[in-house]
Every structure is written in C-alpha cells, then in structure tokens.
C-alpha cells in the first residue's frame, strides 16, 4: 500500500485568517475540490498558526495550506493553492 504521508520540514507559517483565504482561493479555482476534502478530511481545531509546505508535485510553485485531519490516517490534509492537489502531511 502506498502513502503519501511525508515527513518533512515546513517552508513557513501563517494565520488562521491567512490560511482560509488560501483554501477559499483554491476551491474556487479548482471544481469539485471542496467535495473531495469534505469527504476525506474532518474539521480542523482553532489554531493561531498553521504550518505551510512547498507542493512536491514537479513543476508547481504552490504551497501546501493545511484544510482538516485526514479520516483514515493520522496527519494533516493539506491542499495546494496553485495545482489543487491535495497531500497528507
């Protein structure tokens, strides 16, 4: 079985205001993404910062923010604001 948990270290951080923005942003450019999170994830506790990542898929300049807890693994569910792919971190 195959996973794409990674382990690695966060390029930044930002707000709680900061991080909506972005989900918000890539929902809207991406159809049918919202759904896809909203039945993998679960909602996120309230946090004053969240960790953000590179996306490691080749030839994307976007950052990872993180959108609720994966359902079926113990890690973050993080969606890209630029290509809308989503990781667990």
Known sequence: ?????SQNYPYSS???EERASQI????AAN???AD???SESIALQQEGRWWVWKCPTEG???LLHSA????NARAVYTV???CGKTYLR
């Open 1 to 5: 079985m195959s996973s794409n948990i």
């Open 14 to 16: 930002e707000t709680e």
């Open 24 to 27: 918000a942003r890539a929902y």
């Open 31 to 33: 159809a049918g993404l």
């Open 36 to 38: 896809k999170v909203r």
């Open 60 to 62: 994307c300049s976007g």
């Open 68 to 71: 609720g807890y994966a359902r």
């Open 80 to 82: 890209c604001d630029t």
